[in-house]
């Protein structure tokens, strides 16, 4: 694809260091593909081998496609941090890798990160960093291109599914260029979105061989100075790559506004000012100066559009040139091209669209959509759990997971939701700040981050002499990301059988005495255990399991509602289940939805609730 008036070609006409094209087998074949399906097409046309990532959205459909194609190894690691050192000990031995990972995992990965970057690689690599910017399925929003700045690497922002893919295969060949692990972030719209990706065959790269040298790999502080001065070398280098590299280019149009843009917000600038000059960056760190120079010098007004921070307007504006940007544009939230025409016009930038008669005339609005909030699913066995804790009226220190949603109405039973792993240390926490608390404060953590990040968090608890209880939510399976395999299910992403996790066992070994196993759809046993384990004064781990209900796929028959004894309490629907509502004041079963779980049948006061048949007509 050819851009009209375009300095340099786009990310279609990507070339190596050594001038050949990346990929070596060139096939006349296009597939719709997601941005993380292109990615993961990426990786293998230009020749990974290894891969490694702990699923997170909006990163997770990489490594479950990437594993799909033949002659490549894949895995789920228990975290982000393990994940980037298994993609520097493949690197290091000379095989070209990638690891993947959303936004916040990154933070995990930070220790390893930041010293990969001082060492440098062997065979080729690439961090995925997936950005979600809107906060669609994460507990923060972070712009994770300040880590690449930090970590003193390349970064590459592709803005659709075929620079994804093309850009896979340039951050390796930049990688080994130039001794240095490469960033790819992606956002969340680039990561789900479907665009046409042209499809190439794979270039099969053999192992660089691998070469014993201290001074380059081993980071005591004689040997890091040395690579300290090796990283500010290296990044000179980049600066001047960055200024020829294909990856930012300019589309001359009207130069009476310029603007800088990157990723997806190239295609929303695009689509909002048609005629304005662009300058496209797809690599964003380090930033080409005298392009960008060059660009401003040719327009009258320059405008920096990107989603979340001012990165590069803030940049921009310290090479001492004037540019407006988020004065305007929103620093939080996904931009999209609706936001950026009204920021725009309310800017004068553009003008406000006039109304023709007929659009002027009175005529009723369509009614909006009601808002659908998220909810655990019918027969979900993490309701049963949270149900009993508000019973008991307990403090919960939370987790991330679909479990997290007991917070909101109408269970409403969950304090606090940090990071991944934190729900141990914060009760502990707790009841070291105020011992009055610590028989009313529980932890729940769910299986796949318990081991992701809550076993250090336990150890911290039995070590330091603490009396929480900790919950451990084993639903067989990392259900909240699509029901990815961790360490205790048995099985790899490659689907091959592995050992599974005892967790009673494990947890045992780290000192805890009192382990206790639950059935959650069993409340009045999960709530007389609930009642022991909090009063023992002690550490104590209660296992809550039973698997998700999406798994098994298993339903009984639908509850039946007997009308006739049905008061119209509304304590089933307390429950917060969606097969459960309320009409004429009587309960109603939705016989589609309902999986016969019991829950509610065990909280009916009346018996009105029974369990077996179609409900009522």
């Known amino acids: 694809m050819f851009v009209e008036n375009c300095e340099q070609v786009t990310c279609r006409l990507f070339k190596s260091g050594a001038g050949e094209f990346i990929f070596s087998e060139v096939m006349d074949l296009k597939e719709l593909l997601s941005g993380n399906e292109a990615i993961a097409r990426g990786a293998y046309e230009a020749g990974v081998t290894v891969a490694a990532a702990y699923p997170g ?21 228990p975290n982000e941090k393990v994940a980037l050192e298994v993609g520097i000990g493949a690197s290091l031995a000379g095989a070209r890798t990638l690891v993947a990972m959303k936004h916040v995992g990154v933070n995990v990965a930070a220790d390893p990160l930041l010293t990969f970057a001082y060492t440098g690689v062997n065979g080729g690599f690439v961090l995925v960093s997936a950005d979600d910017p809107g906060m669609h399925s994460s507990q923060n929003e972070q712009d994770n291109r300040h880590y690449a700045r930090f970590a003193k690497i390349p970064l590459l922002e592709p803005g659709d599914s075929q620079e994804a893919k093309e850009m896979v295969g340039l951050a390796l060949d930049i990688s080994e260029q130039f ?5 790819l972030r992606t956002t969340t719209r680039v990561a789900h979105s479907q665009g046409l990706v042209e499809i190439g065959g794979r270039s099969p790269r053999e192992l660089r061989p691998y070469k014993k040298d201290p001074q380059k790999y081993l980071m005591v502080p004689a040997f890091a100075r040395l690579r300290r001065n090796a990283l500010e070398k290296r990044l000179a280098l980049l600066k001047e790559y960055a200024e020829k590299s294909p990856l ?41 100066e005298a392009v960008i120079r060059r660009f401003a010098a040719g327009v009258k007004r320059l405008i920096v559009v990107e989603e979340l921070e ?35 016009s309310e800017a004068g930038i553009l ?10 005339s009175a005529r009723p609005e369509a009614p909006a959509a009601p808002g659908r ?20 009226k307990l403090t919960v220190t939370g987790d991330i997971g679909c479990y997290t949603l007991s917070g909101l109405p109408p269970l409403e039973a969950m304090d606090c939701c940090i990071c991944m792993g934190a729900s141990i240390g914060a009760a502990h926490g707790v009841s070291k700040a105020n011992p009055a608390m610590s028989g009313s404060t529980v932890a729940v953590i769910g299986d796949s981050t318990f081991l992701h990040s809550g076993v250090t968090g336990l150890l911290n608890m039995v070590y330091n002499n603490g009396s929480g209880t900790v919950i451990i939510l084993d639903n067989r399976t990392t259900a909240m990301t699509g029901h990815q395999h961790h360490p205790g299910t048995g099985s790899t ?27 959650p759809l069993d409340l009045a046993k999960t709530q007389a255990v609930l009642r022991e384990e909090t009063t023992a004064g002690e550490p104590s781990v209660v296992i809550s399991r039973c698997p998700c ?53 065990q909280v009916c006061q009346e018996g009105a609730l029974v369990k077996g048949g179609d409900a009522d007509a």
């Open 549 to 601: 209900v999406l798994l098994t796929r298993a339903a009984k028959p639908a509850v039946r509602v007997e009308k006739d004894k049905c008061i119209g309490c509304k304590v089933c629907i307390q429950l917060g289940c969606p097969s459960i509502s309320m009409q004429d004041r009587k309960a109603l079963v939705d016989p589609v939805s309902c999986t016969g779980c019991g829950l509610c049948v």
């Open 310 to 344: 001012p990165f590069i307007q803030d940049q921009v504006s310290a090479m001492g040139i004037a540019a407006t940007g988020k004065g305007f544009i929103p620093n939080s939230g996904e931009l999209d091209t609706g936001i950026l025409a009204r920021k725009f």
């Open 248 to 288: 930012n280019f300019i589309e001359w149009r009207d130069k009476s506004i310029g603007v800088i843009t990157s990723g997806i917000s190239y295609q929303y600038v695009r689509e909002a000012l048609p005629e304005a000059s662009v300058l496209k960056l797809g690599m964003t760190n380090p930033l080409p």
């Open 351 to 360: 003008k406000p669209p006039v109304k023709t008669a007929a659009e002027g």
């Open 373 to 392: 909030p998220p909810v655990m699913c019918p027969g979900c066995p993490h309701r049963g759990l949270f149900y009993a804790l508000k019973k008991l």
């Open 57 to 77: 959205t909006p990163s997770t459909e990489i490594l479950e496609n990437f594993s799909r194609y033949p002659g490549v190894y894949a895995e789920w690691a």
């Open 493 to 519: 992403l490659m689907g091959t059988a592995a050992p599974a996790v005892d967790l009673e066992t494990l947890v045992q070994a780290l000192g805890v005495k009192r382990v206790r196993v639950v059935n």
């Open 179 to 183: 001794d240095t692990p490469v960033m």
